[in-house]
């Protein structure tokens, strides 16, 4: 900062003097700061200064060079002397824009999430999942599927976005009906076997029973991929015409809008195939024909190349993250039926933990995309142990550090919101504050951890992160949020913290 001040007051004192017209006359004084002490130390460290700033002024005057020419050459040293100042700035421009632009999506997908939960909390009484207890399994598999499609779909526009492959009406409508096309394929195949798995651990299942799962499974998952696909690339499109960051704000809508349109879906189907006469007839014929619908969405997909890659690595990724979310769902199976009022509290820590996780995973990718491709490893976004997650050593510890302490805020306000409603079936103790924030912000930081290691994994081993990081890590965010949460229950049961109103 010296440096820069006597550079400014050389430029002063030379303009001032009016007579150096070739800029021959340099003053080569001893420069010293006015309100600086005269100490012998202080005064040796002025001289040093003083004399690499009449060094740099003499280069440029010997140098022939004009006013501009100059003021690059100044500038660029001042620049050097203001190096950390200016960076620090920037870090915390950039820490409040991230700010800025992650919490307002965040806090509509929370308000999302508790809608959803409250829906659970209500269809829960309904015949169709009272008769077919079966259908609690396939509802974190299902809003996983819904929320690992459609913020896939987010994270690969998003990256499309940002490294300007969207630019341009055709490149917009030809990644459009692309990933429409591949996203009704893997929803249909994927709530097929989601309705398998639900079938296989269920036990004593009537064959209408199995073909309502069926049918209810497939037609939720088809209907809701429209909806939440187009709005998935409208948000996109309309950010990137807004200047703001698509990683920041499209995956934590899809997130919420996925849980809550899916579990409507579901409900409504569901209720509706079971209490329709001739429910073999009509669930068959509806199980058929979206069956058939497959082959047809699977030749679009393959038609179009920004989708065909992944045609042939994105099914493992969906399907195994599908597994991992009926391991969730049958975890909340068993919890429902001994604490009712854990169905209002577990799609909203499992949304809050995969909208988090999602973000973090979708910047991390973007990245790596602008500065390598995948196979290489540039060096300054290495992976450098878990250590390194949450400390200050780059942006994405940062932006770790700051998702982790919106799930207080967040968490405090929705179940607020909860209590306010007089939703659920559980009174909200201080002790049951403690053991949900606990275990969310646990379960978050879990998370946020995997990803940093998970991302940086599949780049290095030649894939794309867009496809296969977030189905993996979403999925882990329900099982993880839905066993803490079933974990957190039984430790304020034991702890004496039981409700009055619970099942009630």
């Known amino acids: 900062c010296l440096g820069h001040r006597y550079i400014s007051m050389l430029r002063s004192r030379k303009k001032a003097s009016g007579d150096m017209s070739d800029g021959v006359g340099v003053e080569r004084s001893h420069l010293s700061h006015p309100n600086s002490p005269s100490q012998s130390g202080r005064e040796a460290e002025q001289r040093s200064e003083g004399v690499v700033a009449e060094r740099v002024v003499i280069s440029t005057e010997q140098g022939g060079l004009d006013d501009d020419e100059k003021d690059s050459g100044i500038s660029d040293a001042a620049e050097e002397q203001l190096l950390p100042e200016e960076a620090d700035k920037e870090r915390k421009e950039n820490l409040l824009s991230i700010c800025l632009q992650v919490f307002l999506p965040f806090m509509i997908a929370g308000f999302g999430m508790m809608l959803a939960g409250l829906l659970l909390d209500a269809v829960q009484h309904w015949s169709v999942y009272t008769d077919i207890t079966e259908i609690f399994i396939l509802v974190p598999s299902l809003l996983g599927l819904k929320g690992n499609l459609e913020m896939t779909l987010a994270s690969r526009l998003s990256t499309a976005a940002n490294t300007g492959a969207l630019n341009g009406?055709?490149?917009?409508?030809?990644?459009?009906?692309?990933?429409?096309?591949?996203?009704?394929?893997?929803?249909?195949?994927?709530?097929?076997?989601?309705?398998?798995?639900?079938?296989?651990?269920?036990?004593?299942?009537?064959?209408?029973?199995?073909?309502?799962?069926?049918?209810?499974?497939?037609?939720?998952?088809?209907?809701?991929?429209?909806?939440?696909?187009?709005?998935?690339?409208?948000?996109?499109?309309?950010?990137?015409?807004?200047?703001?960051?698509?990683?920041?704000?499209?995956?934590?809508?899809?997130?919420?809008?996925?849980?809550?349109?899916?579990?409507?879906?579901?409900?409504?189907?569901?209720?509706?195939?079971?209490?329709?006469?001739?429910?073999?007839?009509?669930?068959?014929?509806?199980?058929?024909?979206?069956?058939?619908?497959?082959?047809?969405?699977?030749?679009?997909?393959?038609?179009?190349?920004?989708?065909?890659?992944?045609?042939?690595?994105?099914?493992?990724?969906?399907?195994?993250?599908?597994?991992?979310?009926?391991?969730?769902?049958?975890?909340?199976?068993?919890?429902?039926?001994?604490?009712?009022?854990?169905?209002?509290?577990?799609?909203?820590?499992?949304?809050?933990?995969?909208?988090?996780?999602?973000?973090?995973?979708?910047?991390?990718s973007t990245s790596l995309h602008q500065e390598c491709r995948p196979g290489k490893e540039h060096p300054t976004q290495k992976y450098n142990g878990p250590l390194c997650t949450f400390c200050f050593s780059n942006s994405h510890s940062r932006t770790a550090l700051l998702l982790v302490g919106m799930v207080v805020p967040g968490s405090v306000l929705f179940l607020i919101t909860i209590h306010a409603l007089k939703a659920g079936h559980t009174t909200l103790s201080p002790m049951f504050f403690a053991g949900y924030l606990s275990v969310a912000v646990l379960q978050v930081a879990l998370l946020l951890l995997i990803a940093d290691w998970l991302v940086h994994k599949i780049w290095r081993m030649g894939w794309d992160p867009d496809n296969i990081a977030i189905p993996f890590l979403t999925a882990l965010g329900d099982l993880l949020g839905t066993g803490l949460l079933s974990l957190a229950f039984l430790v304020l049961w034991y702890l004496g913290d039981r409700d009055a109103d619970v099942g009630e």
């Open 169 to 364: 009406r055709k490149a917009k409508w030809y990644a459009t009906w692309g990933n429409l096309s591949l996203i009704q394929a893997q929803a249909l195949v994927v709530a097929a076997l989601a309705t398998l798995i639900a079938i296989a651990v269920g036990t004593d299942l009537k064959p209408s029973h199995m073909l309502v799962l069926a049918a209810s499974s497939m037609g939720s998952a088809c209907v809701a991929s429209v909806l939440l696909g187009c709005l998935m690339i409208l948000v996109v499109f309309t950010s990137s015409l807004l200047k703001v960051n698509p990683d920041n704000v499209a995956t934590p809508i899809a997130a919420s809008m996925g849980d809550l349109v899916t579990l409507a879906l579901l409900s409504v189907i569901a209720q509706g195939l079971y209490l329709t006469k001739g429910t073999i007839a009509v669930s068959s014929g509806v199980s058929v024909f979206l069956l058939t619908l497959v082959p047809v969405f699977v030749f679009l997909a393959f038609r179009n190349t920004t989708t065909r890659s992944v045609l042939y690595y994105g099914w493992i990724p969906v399907i195994t993250a599908m597994c991992i979310s009926s391991g969730g769902g049958f975890v909340l199976s068993k919890a429902v039926g001994e604490w009712p009022g854990i169905a209002i509290y577990s799609p909203i820590i499992n949304g809050v933990g995969g909208n988090l996780v999602a973000v973090q995973a979708s910047r991390i």
